[in-house]
């Protein structure tokens, strides 16, 4: 784990050097550099708090600024999501380690789950070149609503009910890397309710999924990169589909709220962590239904 915080610290220096160079935020105003301060803040805090990754929190507002930006509209929402979802790769970092601190983290679990995550976090933006992506938002949605309706509800797990057998994990894994990212999210929309409705324990299903963020996203990112790097007409700043200069402003400020998100959640009561996670699957539910149907 040394290695973790020293490759954190790393990036932090790295992220904050590169303010030092204006000409990479020539497209951002005063204003639209403070409102991606604010948002990495919440994406971060909700990160570490309860162990999603703020993704789909900041995909919606990639896009307003990007069209305000003057970006291609043909390429905004692939580049919204894929920006939103490589914030998310820095995120997870901070919250992870946290969590670990706490020693929440089913470190047994994790590499359990890596495979399937990675696989389909690669295949998600292939996929989503070829998918309706109003279906996949729909069925997100849907999931979505059954698993805060089920949090809220308390209903207990049989007892006998565990984390499947390495063939179904990797099948259940894999279908979870795909949708988070077609839709820039971390995963723990997901995976949280998951390993809840296998008997793992809320606070080391949310410490858990925290971990999930950073292979979701980077596999998902490299993906974006690679898929996109041949595009023309992107803005300059892009890497593929990211654009790089949102991402910096984004991460500075979300890696720092993580930490803060990680330390509520081990202090917060479980019933409070569980209704504030419904609450958040039940925005994230509308907003995916609301692309749906658009």
Not at 6 to 29: G, I
Not at 34 to 55: D, R, S, W
Request: with cysteine; glycine share 10%.
């Amino acid at each position: 784990m040394r290695y973790l915080t020293a490759a954190t610290v790393q990036l932090q220096r790295f992220l904050f050097s590169a303010l030092l160079y204006p000409q990479l935020f020539f497209a951002m105003d005063l204003f639209s550099l403070i409102a991606l301060l604010v948002l990495g803040l919440g994406a971060g805090f909700i990160a570490g708090l309860l162990g999603v990754g703020g993704g789909l929190v900041l995909v919606p507002f990639m896009a307003y600024f990007m069209g305000v930006w003057g970006f291609p509209p043909e390429y905004l929402t692939h580049m919204a999501i894929a920006t939103a979802l490589s914030t998310i790769t820095f995120t997870s970092l901070a919250s992870m380690r946290s969590h670990y601190q706490h020693g929440a983290i089913n470190g047994r679990l994790v590499w359990r789950l890596v495979p399937g995550m990675i696989l389909g976090s690669w295949l998600g933006p292939l996929m989503s070149t070829y998918l309706n992506s109003r279906l996949m938002a729909f069925l997100f949605g849907l999931f979505a609503i059954f698993s805060a309706t089920q949090t809220l509800l308390n209903k207990k797990p049989t007892s006998a009910r565990q984390v499947p057998s390495t063939g179904a994990l990797l099948a259940v894994t894999s279908a979870i890397g795909i949708v988070s990212s077609i839709v820039g999210a971390g995963g723990g929309a997901m995976t949280v309710p998951f390993l809840v409705w296998c008997n793992v324990a809320m606070r080391t299903a949310i410490a858990t999924s925290s971990t999930m963020g950073f292979p979701i996203a980077l596999s998902g990112s490299i993906s974006y990169i690679y898929h996109g790097w041949n595009v023309t007409g992107l803005p300059a700043g892009s890497l593929g589909y990211i654009y790089v200069p949102a991402v910096v402003v984004i991460v500075i400020s979300s890696m720092l709220a993580a930490h803060f998100g990680a330390k509520a959640a081990h202090r917060l009561p479980v019933p409070i962590l569980k209704r504030i996670f419904a609450m958040i699957l039940y925005a994230l539910a509308s907003y995916m239904l609301w692309r749906a149907v658009r």
